[in-house]
């Protein structure tokens, strides 16, 4: 479990700094506004995260339990991407009037955007181990009867 936590949560930062250039990127450059570069950020990074975390974290291949898999993680990242999103419009809002330095208001966003992650991110955790881990559960829980050490009839294993 502590392996999985960890490559979560080196998917997780790899996701964030993805996020975080591309929220850089549009803010700052003045391309899009606090909310659509928030939004686009997010989405830029969720799915890079989402494919790091399967294969990685969790260690799932193939298609079996994909569309179960995909559903959850939309459900739990669209709840905390709404949290980021909406945090960090609200920062643009409230320190737009206060800060007229657009390099200054965007460290400002960026800050936000990561915080506004923190309160979900064991929570979000918890929920995806139960969806990718129960998968994986029942991938390795078949009924078939496999022996540990096959021998051949008439012969011994010493």
């Known amino acids: 479990m502590r392996v999985r936590f960890t490559r979560y949560s080196v998917a997780s930062l790899v996701a964030t700094g993805i996020s975080q250039l591309v929220l850089f990127a549009l803010y700052g450059w003045g391309v899009l506004g606090a909310l659509a570069a928030s939004t686009v950020a997010f989405v830029v990074g969720a799915v890079p995260h989402f494919v790091m975390i399967r294969w990685w974290a969790w260690g799932q291949r193939g298609m079996p339990k994909l569309t179960r898999q995909v559903v959850g993680y939309l459900v739990v990242t669209l709840l905390g991407g709404l949290v980021s999103v909406v945090l960090t419009a609200g920062a643009d809002w409230l320190i737009g009037p206060l800060v007229e330095d657009r390099a200054a208001r965007t460290l400002v966003l960026n800050v936000t955007y990561v915080l506004s992650g923190l ?7 918890a929920f995806l181990d139960r969806v990718f881990a129960q998968d994986a559960y029942a991938a390795t829980n078949s ?16």
């Open 119 to 125: 309160p979900v991110f064991v929570a979000k955790y």
């Open 143 to 158: 009924t078939r009867v496999r022996a540990a050490n096959p021998v051949a009839p008439g012969t011994t294993s010493s």
